[in-house]
T-cell receptor, first 115, second 111 residues
Framework: EAGVTQFPSHSVIEKGQTVTLRCDPI?????LYWYRRVMGKEIKFLLH????????ESGMPNNRFLAERTGGTYSTLKVQPAELEDSGVYFC?????????????FGPGTRLLVL | GDSVTQMEGPVTLSEEAFLTINCTYT??????LFWYVQYPGEGLQLLLK?????DKGSNKGFEATYRKETTSFHLEKGSVQVSDSAVYFC??????????FGTGTSLTVIP
């Protein structure tokens, strides 16, 4: 069974540019999450999809971030325009069920550097 | 709000040394507690978890006990190996099913 995959693995862009990150969850997982780890700090929740619907986007930092999950399969996270403080590692995770039995499976992350 | 505080790294140990990575939490209600590990170039993997007070999670020689009285979930291993070199994250899942992670502790084990 393939795990969670993310693309690209690294991205270096200039301030003001646009970047789109992609996450392919494990097949059949309805829950998809985005997290971010800014240099040396904790991993923070950004948002949660259930299928194609945004269940919780309370962690999204501002309106420069737009997440979509077309058809309830893969998800994209677009940053437009990117700022220096957006640099960090963006993780995606997916799970099959919520609640006490939930196990989230993480992708390898996308390392974003904004210059 | 809910939060997790874990020991800052980096930690460097010799092979076969004893490992402790401290983790304490702040939460309302009764969260579930987790340790995740990230090996170089890979995603976070669930290492172990505990869902209620006094539960002990264990996997691959690692252990952690959910201590409600001290709000702690310290990770321990009796004899580390070079292959244990990774970044370890303590996390809690609150009653609203939201995850909170610590800052991560980098462990390097030298032969």
């Amino acid at each position: 069974e393939a795990g969670v995959t993310q693309f690209p693995s690294h991205s270096v862009i200039e301030k003001g540019q646009t970047v789109t990150l992609r996450c392919d969850p494990i097949s059949g997982h309805d829950n998809l999450y985005w997290y971010r780890r800014v240099m040396g700090k904790e991993i923070k929740f950004l948002l949660h999809f259930v299928k194609e619907s945004k269940q919780d986007e309370s962690g999204m930092p501002n309106n420069r971030f737009l997440a979509e999950r077309t058809g309830g399969t893969y998800s994209t996270l677009k940053v437009q325009p990117a700022e220096l403080e957006d640099s960090g590692v963006y993780f995606c995770a997916s799970s099959q069920e919520r609640g006490a039995r939930e196990t989230q499976y993480f992708g390898p992350g996308t390392r974003l550097l904004v210059l | 709000g809910d939060s997790v505080t874990q020991m800052e790294g980096p930690v460097t140990l010799s092979e076969e040394a004893f490992l402790t990575i401290n983790c304490t939490y702040t939460a309302t209600g009764y969260p579930s507690l987790f340790w995740y590990v990230q090996y170089p170039g890979e995603g976070l993997q669930l290492l172990l978890k505990a869902t209620k007070a006094d539960d002990k999670g264990s996997n691959k020689g690692f252990e952690a006990t959910y201590r409600k009285e001290t709000t702690s979930f310290h990770l321990e291993k009796g004899s580390v190996q070079v292959s244990d070199s990774a970044v370890y994250f303590c996390a809690l899942k609150d009653t609203g099913n939201q995850f909170y992670f610590g800052t991560g502790t980098s462990l390097t084990v030298i032969p």
